[in-house]
């Protein structure tokens, strides 16, 4: 074995080890959780021995990195049955939408109605239909992407703002809503982290009952930094990249 296969074990290993202990201080199973390894710099040959060693979800933050990234992880994967699933994580420019829809299998940060009648006009012409999640700013920081939502549903505005790309979306033939993302503060107390996720959750509630009509049973929460208390607060999908492709200190 080699060092960077023994390095990805080790980590991979640790990192499950957190999820499952996270879930069982919740009540929770860890099956219930997928992980997404996000690759961002990780070379493809890495990319490739982490599947070799079980993961099946790799992230992307932006789509120049992606387009070169992707191919050649499928192609040292080789063969049907061998591709993983490739999940978008980063914001997204709408005139990158015909590149999303043609790279990813799964969108985790639509956050306009702009960016969803792009989406959905792509994957229209690409014959598919595009599993989204709605990205929502839970922690009221400027530099964070996501239609704003950190006061939660209970103030009229932001209630509006997210009930209108909500709606958009789950409205979209060719896109189909499958839940929420949000990026916990960043060097935050735990409190407010853990706030940000509560609030991602109770977002969840209210387009439950406002928007019966799509399905929001994901919670896209939690990196290398965050993600057992993400696990505490009911994420069902944790992005995860340092903790896993890190060297060894």
């Avoid at 229209?124 to 964070?144: D, Q």
């Avoid at 509630?205 to 290398?224: D, I, K, N, T, Y």
Wanted: glycine content about 8%.
């Amino acid at each position: 074995m080699t060092d960077t296969l023994r390095r990805l074990e080790r980590n991979l290993r640790a990192v499950h080890e957190r999820i499952a202990e996270a879930a069982a201080r919740a009540g929770r199973r860890a099956d219930a959780i997928t992980l997404v390894a996000v690759t961002k710099t990780v070379a493809a040959e890495t990319v490739a021995a982490a599947w070799e060693l079980g993961v099946r979800h790799f992230g992307e933050n932006r789509v120049e990195e992606a387009e070169a990234k992707i191919p050649a992880v499928n192609a040292l994967l080789g063969g049907a049955g061998q591709r993983p699933t490739w999940h978008m994580v980063g914001h997204i420019q709408s005139r990158k939408a015909r590149d999303v829809v043609g790279l990813f299998d799964f969108v985790h940060s639509v956050d306009s109605a702009k960016l969803v009648a792009e989406l959905d006009k792509r994957a229209a012409a690409a014959g598919r239909v595009l599993p989204c999640l709605l990205e929502i700013n839970t922690s009221g920081e400027a530099s964070k992407y996501g239609v704003l939502g950190h006061a939660g549903p209970t103030d009229p505005r932001q209630a509006e703002g997210v009930l209108a790309v909500a709606q958009a979306l789950a409205a979209a033939p060719h896109l189909q809503a499958r839940g929420l993302m949000t990026l916990g503060p960043l060097a935050a107390p735990e409190a407010h982290v853990r706030r940000s996720f509560q609030t991602l959750r109770r977002w969840q509630e209210f387009l439950s009952e406002r928007v019966p009509q799509a399905r929001w049973e994901h919670l896209s929460m939690g990196m290398s930094d965050d993600f057992e208390i993400a696990v505490e607060e009911g994420a069902t999908i944790v992005r995860i990249g340092r903790a896993i492709f890190q060297s060894s200190s």
